[in-house]
């Protein structure tokens, strides 16, 4: 499990962020995890992501994108 500490927030954010935890009746950790979680839905994948969790990263193979050259290997 990764771990973030944020400094200098603008002034007014935690108490927003306590509000909006206490009405979907959850810690402010688990409400700023859903915050980060939904801004960062569908982002672009990077090497990083691939390297930590290798079973989320699909990778397409698409011979015909290949063309005439392609051929797969006798192993």
Do not use: C
């Not at 935690?14 to 409400?31: D, G, H, V």
Request: avoid cysteine.
């Amino acid at each position: 499990m990764e771990s973030i500490l944020i400094r200098n927030l603008p002034e007014g954010t935690k108490a927003r962020l306590a509000a909006r935890a206490q009405r979907n009746r959850r810690s402010m950790e688990a409400e700023a995890r859903d915050i980060l979680g939904a801004a960062l839905e569908g982002a672009t994948k990077t090497i990083v992501d691939f390297l930590a969790h290798p079973e989320s990263v699909e990778i397409e193979f698409d011979p015909e994108r290949l063309g005439a050259t392609a051929r797969t290997a006798d192993l």
